[in-house]
């Protein structure tokens, strides 16, 4: 093991990189991180149409949400690879093909995440700031989204966790994120598949297990915040 | 200050409000009381629009507050509303609780807002807490940081629905008191409340409810010592003596 570690150690980290383009496990956390950057706006703004007073918003977006909640993933990502080309004319590349797949995918679970958390404000805390004249916007903003965001922390860690492990199904369309590496390492190798694919395991591991526990470390202290006595 | 002019509402078929006409005039403390379910919780939302009307008409300070076209967030600004949870902004300290309002709808500058934060908190007796968050405090202090929320927006009208009904009985003591004050101070309020000491002391006018009606309009005094209708009587012995109600 020692020796795989030894001899392929930076083509699992960076893939071919810097005489071919990047990849291997930078790849996958520069995709991953993207992927959570972008799906967490555009998610916010899904889970609050779907929640807003005006049934013109509301609707749409529920049956967007429906929609792509019942493919999975993988269908998506063949869509955007075979269909979007045909559509707009021109080839996107596996890696804008890959985000583009999972920002549309976990925007929409994240809209429902959004919406449990806001729902799960008590009404009274709506009621207070409306009834000292704060309009829906302020409210949203001010009041609402702050406490719903806490109550979401679970639920969003447990989203990310899955688009870290999701960013594997690049592979199929053969973007060279960690996975990918991982089976041409073994494909070189050929005698060590066990040990190939447990360095590959352990270290989606440890991605997921520190982002995990830094979301815990967060949620302890915001619950120290909120008892301050003074 | 309010009017009500036969306004109904209706919970699917539970007649939730049945007609109600009445009068509050300005610096009057009418006390709402009456049994569970009675409507009196409804009508007191209604005055800010936290409930709607099915018919009918009610004005504040002489506007229509159905009128179409009627600023609500302006309206509301204008009226204070305390509820029986407290309902205070657990993420913000007990200051930004009282600051936040004024500064993003008066246009208060933060230091202004926090120094009439600190002058309202300091009244409720609460001014060492400004820095604290609202679950360090107790249900009695939450109530009191509620009122001073709503007083930071200076409304001449104060509503308090069930003020002290979620508080634990040494605790009630403090946010009448400081109830008493503000009717003291010459605010009109009206108050949905059990509190049958503090309605005969502070109220000018008691108006009993049943079934969505006001089936009793009196001063405190008349009230309590020659309620007039069967079902006050009922309500007012029931209150005094839970027990015998019960068996």
Not at chain 1, 119 to 138: C, D, H, M, N, T
Not at chain 1, 188 to 196: A, F, G, N, S
Not at chain 2, 16 to 28: F, R, T, W
Not at chain 2, 132 to 147: C, D, E
Request: proline share 5%; net charge positive.
């Amino acid at each position: 093991m020692i020796d795989l570690i030894h001899d392929y150690w930076l083509y699992f980290l960076v893939g071919r990189y810097p005489d071919g383009p990047l990849g291997g496990l930078a790849l996958t956390v520069l995709l991953a991180s993207l992927a959570l950057v972008l799906s967490l706006p555009l998610g916010l703004l899904l889970g609050l149409a779907r929640i807003s007073p005006w049934c013109a918003l509301r609707w749409p977006v529920a049956c967007l949400i429906q929609l792509v909640r019942g493919v999975p993933l993988l269908l998506v990502i063949f869509w955007a690879y075979f269909f979007l080309p045909s559509l707009t004319g021109h080839e996107s590349g596996q890696f804008g093909t890959m985000l583009a797949a999972l920002v549309a995918f976990d925007a929409i679970y994240l809209a429902e995440i959004v919406r449990a958390g806001v729902q799960a404000v008590p009404k009274g805390q709506f009621e207070a700031a409306r009834s000292l004249g704060l309009g829906y916007v302020s409210t949203m903003r001010a009041i609402i989204l702050p406490q719903a965001l806490r109550h979401m922390l679970p639920s969003l860690v447990n989203q990310f966790v899955s688009t870290i492990k999701e960013t594997s199904l690049g592979y199929i369309i053969g973007l060279s994120e960690v996975s990918f590496i991982a089976s041409q390492i073994n494909g070189l190798v050929l005698t060590k598949p066990v040990q190939v694919y447990f360095l590959l395991g352990l270290t989606y591991f440890i991605l997921c297990f520190s982002l995990s526990r830094a979301a815990f470390w967060l949620e302890r202290r915001q619950a120290r915040i909120l008892k301050a006595a003074a | 200050m309010i009017t009500f002019e036969k306004v109904s509402k209706y919970y699917g078929s539970h007649h939730a409000l049945d007609s109600i006409s009445g009068q509050v005039a300005k610096g009057e403390v009418l006390v709402v009381c009456g049994p569970s379910g009675s409507g009196k919780s409804t009508l007191i939302r209604t005055i800010n629009r936290l409930e709607s009307i099915a018919s009918g008409r009610i004005t504040v300070a002489g506007q229509d507050i159905h009128a179409p076209g009627l600023e609500v967030n302006a309206f509301r600004s204008q009226i204070g509303f305390v509820f029986q949870q407290f309902n205070l902004f657990p993420h913000l300290s007990v200051l930004d609780n009282c600051a936040l309002a004024p500064q993003r709808l008066r246009g208060l500058s933060r230091q202004d807002a926090e120094q009439r934060g600190l002058d309202l908190l300091d009244r409720v007796g609460l001014a060492h807490k400004a820095k604290a968050m609202p679950a360090a405090l107790s249900g009695g202090q939450q109530q009191r940081v509620a009122i001073a929320r709503a007083l930071a927006m200076r409304p001449p009208l104060m509503l308090f629905d069930e003020p002290t009904s979620a508080l634990d009985p040494e605790m009630v003591g403090e946010v009448l008191q400081v109830m008493r004050d503000l009717a003291q101070d010459g605010m009109t309020m009206v108050c949905v409340t059990h509190e049958m000491g503090f309605a005969r002391e502070v109220a000018d006018r008691v108006w009993f409810m049943d079934h969505g009606k006001v089936l009793e309009r009196a001063t405190p005094g008349e009230f309590f010592s020659r309620p007039q209708h069967p079902r006050a009587r009922q309500f007012l012995a029931d209150i005094r003596s839970p027990w015998a109600a019960a068996g």
